[in-house]
């Protein structure tokens, strides 16, 4: 079926470095997609999103890239903060017909001090 | 400005009986969607209301229903509860729809025993 995957569900690092966590997405119509933060006990929080017809978007600190060809995008976070430790979601967005958000399982970010 | 409120936070029911879950807004927003997140299948869109139309929808069973107000305010009804409907129910607002910047609540924590 439809399906939004993610290559690692835990990523532990340390403080200051630089995180990227990936996600697979599986089909090749979908034209949106956003990255979403939950922490503990909270809705998800949006991040950051990019259009197809884009292959890099930048934020603060961090940036996403989206790599069409292998059906691939990535969320980098620049100096990663225990602040940042929360599980992360990509989600893709199919435009024909109906329009609905694809979410992958989430990856799990731990940031030690 | 007031974030998006849901109310109850915490629901029990009992297999059979029917639920309703509410969700405020942001001023101004006149999209409301919601979602269901769970352990086993992680978060579902289940449908987006826009000026009180449902405008997209999910894969879920007609079980699962929804309805918005003229002032965006939003609700969404399970019938003939089962104990697979034990979740976490999101709702989400925005200005623009499922693109762009959306904004969750903390969810309804629904439990079916």
């Known amino acids: 079926g439809e399906s939004v995957g993610l290559h690692l569900p835990t990523l532990s690092v340390q403080e200051g470095d630089n995180s990227i966590i990936n996600c697979a997405y599986s089909n090749s119509a979908s034209d949106y997609f956003i990255w979403y933060k939950q922490e503990s006990g909270k809705g998800p929080q949006f991040i950051i999103d990019i259009r197809s017809n884009m292959d890099k978007r930048q934020g603060q600190r961090v940036t996403v890239l989206l790599n069409k060809t292998v059906k691939h995008l990535s969320l980098q976070i620049a100096a990663t903060q225990p602040g940042d430790s929360a599980v992360y979601f990509c989600?893709?967005?199919?435009?024909?017909?109906?329009?609905?958000?694809?979410f992958g399982t989430g990856t799990r970010l731990l940031v030690s001090p | 400005k007031a974030g998006v409120t849901q109310t109850p936070r915490y629901l029990i029911k009992t297999r059979g009986q029917q639920v309703t879950l509410s969700c405020s807004p942001i001023?101004?927003?006149?999209?409301v969607s919601w979602y269901q997140q769970t352990p086993g299948q992680g978060l579902q869109f289940l449908f987006e209301?826009?000026?009180?139309?449902?405008?997209n929808k999910g894969n879920f069973p007609g079980r699962f229903s929804g309805r918005q107000f003229s002032n965006s305010r939003s609700e969404m009804n399970v019938s003939t509860l089962e104990l697979g409907d034990s979740a976490l129910y999101l709702c989400a607002s925005s200005l623009e729809g499922l693109r762009g910047e959306a904004f969750f609540g903390q969810g309804t924590r629904l439990t079916v025993v």
């Open positions: 989600a893709e967005n199919k435009s024909t017909g109906f329009q609905k958000l694809v």
């Open positions: 209301y826009f000026s009180e139309t449902q405008r």
């Open positions: 001023s101004g927003h006149r999209s």
